[in-house]
């Protein structure tokens, strides 16, 4: 249902993102706002400078540059460049192809939510590591199989990750 | 008008330049199926069924998007397409949950229609088996996306008729979806303003009104025109009937003008929110509110009143009655009261209003009544609106939705003019926020800075000089009114450069009875560009459904009426014609304490109904006949739409019946 605004722009405060990166947000929308394509760019200005994009920072750009939230939600989903939750400074990639997913991906995949509270789409609290599936690595021959930055460690057991996770500092 | 000659599937049919090739086809009778088109909405081509193929075009053309030209020769109905629009189908019947039976819009659903005619019961492809999530968050419509054909018309009517653009499609291909704000749950999207409009567009069961679920299908319903009387902007609805319920209420024309409704119209209507009174209640020696027979009810008032005026003269009974009355009930009720009891002593729940808005009127200008406001349909064409004390969304929401669609589409520039809230979000250019009890100074401000914007022969700057706004200092009351200089100014640029600007004000205006600030807002309208200054573009809000039509039929007293100072000078009997409002004024409540006889005529039991002695049941707004005049002067009417319990009565009815008790030698006195 609809909310109605009761505090102007110039009062409205954002708890995740500090008013700093809001200030350069509209920076880029007033350097960017009357080029073609200017919401594209205005959002890859924005990752870049926040890393993601946050809701805040999107409800930003759709209210100063007065294009609907959905709109925006639209463009974020459709490329897979834009990412709307935080990427950890490690991208951790477990394998669910076939045979990583017969010999035992499942349990990696297991272990991380339990222990590490991570999940797929998800990062760790301390912003250490984000976690994605992914289809076959193609060293299947070694499975399972788990990527973290570009290193690939091979025929991972759950028991293992711990030694592995604590080596990324 | 330019005429146009195409030749479709053999024959000549005639048609007006500038349409598509579906429109003309649609004038002439030749069924092209369709999807994604929805008469009043930009045709975006995105289903594919109504492909037509076109000579001299090397491929089929949807006829949706295809301009019309003179000589163009057009076949709907090959082989060829009849077999492409088959595979269009079969792939939406892939795609997602066709189950019919399973569907809530099983018989109302335009893809089923489609699957009939071509008779699909097999596909080529491998089911899909979609698991899209079902989405009840919201309070009255509910989205199943796994029945969603991805035709946009619910995007489409939300951002182009609605004006919030809650909806947009996100993601891509397999998992295109049809996503709410930041895809949220509907029900948390702050923008969507639940009007209902996304219902009634989808055509398959994706988008479903839980008021109307398993309730009965169109086809089983009755359905009869008529018109919403809840708030004034007097909607043009289509009621769907079964049972003596209720079921389903859909705009007429729904991408038409006032045609998009909102949440109040198309479904609070449907709930029975308030204790429902039908039979008369009298109260017994004990005091307690017993039921009786219509008969004896009649009979006790008439007797009462016939009473009262012998004992106390005529002026001792005093009539009020709420706006949201029918014109039928509230004429019948003026005519008692005037030629009956004899008196004039009359007022409608919103008479404050009425005076603010008329005194003000005529401080503008002698002889201006409520005639000198214009019609919402304005709104549309404006290149500048100015939005004052006022929340649209709430009071009239389909106004609210004009306001929205011109703003948004890029055509009007908007100004809120409001001490704590701005409706419209991003879409306001300019909020100037005065502080409270400033709002007529901020006005006046605005006015002076739009005059000093106007170009300097302008006689009207020159006239205006020398009057009371001639000796303000902008600077000093924008400090007083708390109001940004350079808001100011910005808001005063777009009103002095604008060629149709209108203005809007309402409830938070109304409230502070002070008819001068509606003085300085038709003096601020006349001043903007282009206006006539005798009959600026400006438009009130009224508080009820039909308070413009007990105005104009003279309900409302143009003296000051107060209950508890009448109570307090002699009059003695109070009687009060809420019909289907709902009222706990505590006002009304507490003036109503000094009366000796109180009779209240009532569809719901309130707090006014339980201080009265009698209380005559009323038929609510679905239950009778009756018309009711929109805020801007449009008369509609309404047949009785379901059958009211107890049979009860008729308002006017009621009334000839108490006329007929009351001994009429006793009234001259
Ligand atoms: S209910 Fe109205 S505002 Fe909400 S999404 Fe549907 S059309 Fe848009
Ligand atoms: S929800 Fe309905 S109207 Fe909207 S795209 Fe899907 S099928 Fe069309
Ligand atoms: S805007 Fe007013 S008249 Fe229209 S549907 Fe809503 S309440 Fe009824
Ligand atoms: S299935 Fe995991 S590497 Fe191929
Ligand atoms: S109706 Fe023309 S493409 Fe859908």
Same mark, same amino acid.
């Given at each position: 249902?609809?909310?109605?605004?009761?505090?102007?722009?110039?009062?409205?405060?954002?708890?995740?993102?500090?008013?700093?990166?809001?200030?350069?947000?509209?920076?880029?929308?007033?350097?960017?706002?009357?080029?073609?394509?200017?919401?594209?760019?205005?959002?890859?200005?924005?990752?870049?400078?926040?890393?993601?994009?946050?809701?805040?920072?999107?409800?930003?750009?759709?209210?100063?540059?007065?294009?609907?939230?959905?709109?925006?939600?639209?463009?974020?989903?459709?490329?897979?460049?834009?990412?709307?939750?935080?990427?950890?400074?490690?991208?951790?990639?477990?394998?669910?192809?076939?045979?990583?997913?017969?010999?035992?991906?499942?349990?990696?995949?297991?272990?991380?939510?339990?222990?590490?509270?991570?999940?797929?789409?998800?990062?760790?609290?301390?912003?250490?590591?984000?976690?994605?599936?992914?289809?076959?690595?193609?060293?299947?021959?070694?499975?399972?199989?788990?990527?973290?930055?570009?290193?690939?460690?091979?025929?991972?057991?759950?028991?293992?990750?711990?030694?592995?996770?604590?080596?990324?500092? | 008008?330019?005429?146009?000659?195409?030749?479709?599937?053999?024959?000549?049919?005639?048609?007006?330049?500038?349409?598509?090739?579906?429109?003309?086809?649609?004038?002439?009778?030749?069924?092209?199926?369709?999807?994604?088109?929805?008469?009043?909405?930009?045709?975006?081509?995105?289903?594919?069924?109504?492909?037509?193929?076109?000579?001299?075009?090397?491929?089929?053309?949807?006829?949706?998007?295809?301009?019309?030209?003179?000589?163009?020769?057009?076949?709907?109905?090959?082989?060829?397409?009849?077999?492409?629009?088959?595979?269009?189908?079969?792939?939406?019947?892939?795609?997602?949950?066709?189950?019919?039976?399973?569907?809530?819009?099983?018989?109302?659903?335009?893809?089923?229609?489609?699957?009939?005619?071509?008779?699909?019961?097999?596909?080529?492809?491998?089911?899909?088996?979609?698991?899209?999530?079902?989405?009840?968050?919201?309070?009255?419509?509910?989205?199943?996306?796994?029945?969603?054909?991805?035709?946009?018309?619910?995007?489409?009517?939300?951002?182009?008729?609605?004006?919030?653009?809650?909806?947009?499609?996100?993601?891509?291909?397999?998992?295109?979806?049809?996503?709410?704000?930041?895809?949220?749950?509907?029900?948390?999207?702050?923008?969507?303003?639940?009007?209902?409009?996304?219902?009634?567009?989808?055509?398959?069961?994706?988008?479903?009104?839980?008021?109307?679920?398993?309730?009965?299908?169109?086809?089983?319903?009755?359905?009869?025109?008529?018109?919403?009387?809840?708030?004034?902007?007097?909607?043009?609805?289509?009621?769907?009937?079964?049972?003596?319920?209720?079921?389903?209420?859909?705009?007429?024309?729904?991408?038409?003008?006032?045609?998009?409704?909102?949440?109040?119209?198309?479904?609070?209507?449907?709930?029975?929110?308030?204790?429902?009174?039908?039979?008369?209640?009298?109260?017994?020696?004990?005091?307690?509110?017993?039921?009786?027979?219509?008969?004896?009810?009649?009979?006790?008032?008439?007797?009462?009143?016939?009473?009262?005026?012998?004992?106390?003269?005529?002026?001792?009974?005093?009539?009020?009655?709420?706006?949201?009355?029918?014109?039928?009930?509230?004429?019948?009720?003026?005519?008692?009261?005037?030629?009956?009891?004899?008196?004039?002593?009359?007022?409608?729940?919103?008479?404050?209003?009425?005076?603010?808005?008329?005194?003000?009127?005529?401080?503008?200008?002698?002889?201006?009544?409520?005639?000198?406001?214009?019609?919402?349909?304005?709104?549309?064409?404006?290149?500048?609106?100015?939005?004052?004390?006022?929340?649209?969304?709430?009071?009239?929401?389909?106004?609210?939705?004009?306001?929205?669609?011109?703003?948004?589409?890029?055509?009007?520039?908007?100004?809120?003019?409001?001490?704590?809230?701005?409706?419209?979000?991003?879409?306001?250019?300019?909020?100037?926020?005065?502080?409270?009890?400033?709002?007529?100074?901020?006005?006046?401000?605005?006015?002076?800075?739009?005059?000093?914007?106007?170009?300097?022969?302008?006689?009207?700057?020159? $006239?205006?000089?020398?009057? +009371?706004? *001639? @000796?303000? /200092?902008?600077?000093? %009351? #924008? !400090?007083?009114?708390?109001?940004?200089?350079?808001?100011?100014?910005?808001?005063?640029?777009?009103?002095?450069?604008?060629?149709?600007?209108?203005?809007?004000?309402?409830?938070?205006?109304?409230?502070?009875?002070?008819?001068?600030?509606?003085?300085?807002?038709?003096?601020?309208?006349?001043?903007?560009?282009?206006?006539?200054?005798?009959?600026?573009?400006?438009?009130?809000? $009224?508080?009820?459904?039909? +308070?413009? *039509? @007990?105005? /104009?039929?003279?309900? %409302? #007293? !143009?003296?000051?009426?107060?209950?508890?100072?009448?109570?307090?000078?002699?009059?003695?009997?109070?009687?009060?014609?809420?019909?289907?409002?709902?009222?706990?004024?505590?006002?009304?409540?507490?003036?109503?304490?000094?009366?000796?006889?109180?009779?209240?005529?009532?569809?719901?039991?309130?707090?006014?109904?339980?201080?009265?002695?009698?209380?005559?049941?009323?038929?609510?707004?679905?239950?009778?006949?009756?018309?009711?005049?929109?805020?801007?002067?449009?008369?509609?009417?309404?047949?009785?739409?379901?059958?009211?319990?107890?049979?009860?009565?008729?308002?006017?009815?009621?009334?000839?019946?108490?006329?007929?008790?009351?001994?009429?030698?006793?009234?001259?006195?």
């Amino acid at each position: 249902m609809a909310k109605v605004a009761t505090e102007t722009k110039k009062s409205a405060a954002n708890s995740v993102t500090s008013s700093k990166t809001f200030e350069k947000i509209q920076a880029i929308i007033d350097r960017t706002s009357n080029k073609a394509g200017a919401s594209i760019r205005v959002l890859q200005q924005a990752q870049g400078l926040v890393g993601y994009l946050p809701p805040g920072v999107l409800k930003a750009i759709s209210r100063d540059m007065k294009i609907p939230l959905s709109e925006l939600y639209g463009i974020v989903s459709f490329y897979s460049f834009f990412s709307l939750v935080p990427k950890g400074k490690y991208v951790l990639q477990v394998c669910m192809g076939t045979s990583c997913y017969v010999k035992g991906g499942e349990k990696i995949l297991d272990t991380l939510r339990k222990d590490y509270n991570l999940v797929p789409g998800g990062i760790t609290s301390d912003g250490r590591f984000s976690l994605e599936m992914v289809r076959c690595l193609g060293c299947c021959g070694l499975s399972p199989v788990i990527a973290i930055g570009k290193d690939v460690h091979r025929k991972v057991k759950p028991s293992h990750l711990k030694d592995i996770l604590s080596s990324y500092r | 008008m330019n005429g146009i000659i195409l030749t479709i599937n053999g024959k000549q049919v005639k048609g007006k330049a500038g349409s598509t090739v579906l429109e003309i086809c649609e004038a002439n009778g030749i069924n092209v199926p369709t999807l994604c088109h929805l008469k009043g909405l930009t045709d975006v081509g995105a289903c594919r069924m109504c492909l037509v193929e076109i000579e001299k075009e090397r491929r089929p053309v949807p006829a949706c998007t295809y301009p019309a030209r003179d000589g163009l020769v057009v076949q709907t109905s090959t082989e060829k397409l009849e077999k492409h629009r088959r595979l269009v189908l079969e792939l939406l019947f892939t795609e997602r949950n066709h189950l019919c039976a399973y569907c809530l819009a099983s018989g109302d659903c335009e893809l089923q229609i489609l699957g009939y005619e071509y008779q699909i019961d097999s596909w080529r492809y491998p089911y899909s088996w979609p698991s899209f999530p079902l989405d009840s968050s919201d309070k009255h419509v509910m989205i199943d996306h796994n029945r969603c054909i991805l035709c946009g018309r619910c995007v489409r009517i939300c951002s182009e008729k609605v004006g919030v653009h809650t909806l947009d499609f996100g993601y891509r291909g397999w998992k295109d979806r049809i996503s709410a704000d930041l895809n949220q749950p509907l029900g948390e999207a702050s923008s969507c303003i639940d009007c209902g409009a996304c219902f009634q567009a989808c055509p398959t069961g994706a988008i479903w009104a839980k008021s109307s679920a398993y309730r009965g299908r169109p086809d089983q319903c009755k359905k009869m025109r008529s018109v919403c009387a809840l708030c004034g902007v007097g909607c043009e609805i289509d009621v769907l009937v079964k049972n003596n319920a209720l079921i389903r209420i859909d705009s007429t024309e729904l991408a038409g003008d006032r045609g998009v409704l909102c949440y109040k119209g198309r479904f609070d209507q449907l709930y029975e929110s308030h204790q429902g009174i039908n039979t008369p209640l009298l109260r017994d020696d004990s005091g307690k509110l017993k039921a009786c027979s219509i008969g004896n009810a009649l009979d006790e008032v008439g007797e009462k009143f016939g009473n009262i005026v012998a004992r106390y003269g005529k002026n001792s009974i005093a009539g009020i009655a709420s706006s949201k009355a029918s014109n039928e009930s509230l004429k019948a009720f003026k005519k008692f009261m005037t030629d009956i009891i004899g008196n004039d002593l009359i007022d409608t729940i919103d008479g404050d209003e009425y005076r603010t808005i008329i005194q003000g009127a005529t401080k503008f200008r002698s002889g201006a009544g409520l005639n000198i406001e214009t019609t919402l349909e304005e709104i549309l064409k404006a290149d500048c609106l100015l939005v004052v004390g006022v929340n649209p969304l709430e009071s009239q929401q389909v106004a609210g939705s004009y306001i929205f669609r011109a703003a948004s589409q890029g055509k009007a520039n908007l100004i809120v003019l409001d001490v704590d809230k701005n409706p419209f979000g991003f879409h306001a250019s300019t909020w100037l926020k005065p502080t409270k009890g400033k709002e007529e100074l901020a006005i006046n401000a605005l006015t002076k800075a739009v005059i000093g914007k106007l170009s300097a022969s302008n006689a009207v700057k020159a $006239k205006e000089n020398t009057t +009371s706004l *001639g @000796a303000m /200092n902008i600077t000093q %009351a #924008n !400090k007083e009114a708390g109001i940004d200089v350079e808001d100011l100014n910005n808001a005063a640029a777009m009103l002095a450069k604008s060629k149709h600007s209108v203005v809007v004000y309402g409830k938070d205006i109304l409230l502070r009875k002070n008819p001068k600030l509606i003085t300085a807002i038709l003096r601020l309208a006349s001043k903007s560009g282009k206006q006539n200054p005798k009959k600026p573009r400006v438009i009130s809000l $009224k508080p009820r459904g039909n +308070s413009r *039509g @007990a105005w /104009n039929l003279g309900l %409302a #007293n !143009k003296k000051e009426f107060s209950l508890s100072g009448l109570t307090k000078n002699g009059v003695k009997a109070v009687y009060l014609l809420l019909a289907d409002d709902y009222i706990d004024d505590t006002k009304i409540i507490d003036g109503l304490k000094g009366a000796k006889f109180v009779v209240v005529q009532a569809s719901y039991s309130s707090p006014v109904t339980a201080s009265a002695n009698v209380v005559l049941p009323s038929p609510t707004w679905a239950e009778r006949k009756g018309s009711y005049t929109s805020l801007d002067g449009i008369t509609k009417s309404t047949p009785k739409l379901t059958q009211p319990q107890n049979n009860i009565k008729r308002d006017e009815d009621i009334i000839r019946g108490i006329s007929k008790r009351i001994k009429i030698s006793d009234r001259r006195s």
